[in-house]
């Protein structure tokens, strides 16, 4: 049981770029979601997904774009990169409804764009 | 939507000394109340967690209270150590759906 596995670590992007970052749990949790972390302004949410083949936009959506084609994987794809969107990003994944657990984080990605 | 406030920013405290972290929610559909821990370059991990049909929870130098009417939970942590120092999160759920506080930096001084 892996948790959460989020991949890369790190991440230097030129921009203008296009990349993917992975996320994948193993709980078959419903509720999937990605946020942004950057100095001073906590957890912000991106994108989220409350099962296969439904999202929605959280607080900071433009320039991000999500899919969840299974339980398992919630990918987070930056479409252009820009300045903007260097920052610590988590995936993060919970059970949903009336017994909500605690939620359960990825390692972290920590993107420089350049 | 949910909106979650969190007090104070930073929190710097002697070495044995309680700190207090107090956070409001706005959605009175929350009804989960979990707070974490992260410390510099980690993830963040739960500490402790309250559900809605409970008033407090201890769990040794960590305690959260939950005030249902006014909104309001607390994180209590006493006789800090120096390995407490992280910043702290608040979080409230409803449904799936989690909103993070904006963090709470706490010091612990020796």
């Known amino acids: 049981n892996a948790g959460v596995t989020q991949t890369p670590k790190f991440q230097v992007l030129k921009t203008g770029q296009s990349m993917t970052l992975q996320c994948a749990q193993d709980?078959?949790?419903?509720?999937m979601s990605w946020y942004r972390q950057d100095p001073g302004m906590g957890l912000r949410l991106i994108h989220y997904s409350v099962g296969a083949g439904i999202t929605d936009q959280g607080e900071v959506p433009n320039g991000y774009n999500v899919s969840r084609s299974t339980t398992e994987d919630f990918p987070l794809r930056l479409l252009s990169a820009a300045p903007s969107q260097t920052s610590v990003y988590f995936c993060?994944?919970?059970?949903?409804?009336?017994?909500?657990?605690?939620?359960?984080f990825g390692q972290g990605t920590r993107l420089t764009v350049v | 939507g949910e909106n979650v406030e969190q007090h104070p920013s930073t929190l710097s405290v002697q070495e044995g000394d309680s700190a207090v972290i107090k956070c409001t929610y706005s959605d009175s559909a929350s009804n989960y109340f979990p707070w974490y821990k992260q410390e510099l370059g980690k993830r963040p991990q739960l500490i402790i967690d309250i559900r809605s049909n409970v008033g407090e929870k201890k769990d040794q130098r960590i305690a959260v209270t939950l005030n249902k009417t006014a909104k309001h939970f607390s994180l209590h942590i006493t006789e800090t150590q120096p390995e407490d120092s992280a910043v702290y999160f608040c979080?409230?759920?409803?449904?799936?759906?989690?909103?993070f506080g904006a963090g709470t930096q706490v010091v612990v001084t020796p």
């Open positions: 709980m078959n949790h419903e509720y």
């Open positions: 979080a409230a759920n409803g449904w799936g759906k989690f909103q």
């Open positions: 993060a994944s919970s059970s949903s409804g009336t017994d909500n657990t605690e939620a359960f």
